[in-house]
């Protein structure tokens, strides 16, 4: 992933808490980092299938910004600017994750089936938004991101990712 431009584990650009646009004052940056995100996903893309769909933030390609993009595993492409995660509901559970950043290894993690989101449009309008299940699943890896929270420091103490040789569910659909 790293000769595709992704940022790698041990870089200390994924630990930085992205700084908020301003919008619309900043809309041309904003869309320039999105711009870089979806060149980035098509890159990935090629090199990968992602059955369970796939999301990159903006300090994965080194931007320090609060921008990220995920495609549901549906094909519904979407993009998130100043998000942050104002209410989680509904069950947790634990499934696996894995992040472009550290490609070969895999973790599970417990999340919300549900969560809220406030995050900004282009045009500087705030909206909430509700996700569930496996996209809820997706933003939240992506916003953890933006704050400098890796998948890894949400598993259980004593926990350790396994090399994705061991996981079983590469192609899988998340399991609700």
């Given at each position: 992933m790293a000769s595709l431009g992704i940022v790698q584990d041990n870089d200390p650009a994924l630990r930085?808490?992205?700084?908020r646009f301003d919008l619309?004052?900043?809309?041309?940056?904003?869309?320039?980092?999105?711009?870089?995100?979806?060149?980035?996903?098509?890159?990935?893309?090629q090199a990968h299938t992602f059955g369970k769909g796939m999301g990159i933030a903006a300090p994965q390609i080194g931007i320090d910004r609060p921008a990220a993009i995920v495609?549901?595993?549906?094909?519904?492409a979407l993009t998130l600017?100043?998000?942050?995660i104002i209410e989680s509901s509904g069950d947790t559970d634990e499934q696996y994750e894995g992040c472009l950043s550290f490609f070969d290894v895999r973790g599970q993690v417990p999340r919300s089936h549900?969560?809220?989101?406030?995050?900004?449009?282009?045009?500087?309008?705030?909206?909430?938004?509700?996700?569930?299940?496996?996209?809820?699943?997706?933003?939240?890896?992506?916003?953890?991101?933006?704050h400098g929270t890796?998948?890894?420091d949400r598993?259980?103490?004593g926990t350790a990712p396994i090399p994705?040789?061991?996981y079983r569910g590469t192609g899988t659909t998340w399991k609700y």
């Open positions: 930085r808490v992205a700084h619309p004052a900043e809309a041309e940056d904003a869309r320039r980092v999105v711009t870089a995100l979806n060149s980035a996903c098509e890159r990935v893309g495609r549901t595993p549906d094909g519904e600017f100043n998000p942050t549900i969560i809220h989101v406030e995050h900004t449009t282009i045009d500087g309008t705030t909206k909430i938004t509700v996700f569930e299940r496996g996209v809820a699943r997706l933003v939240a890896h992506e916003l953890d991101h933006l890796l998948y890894t598993m259980h103490d994705v040789e061991q």
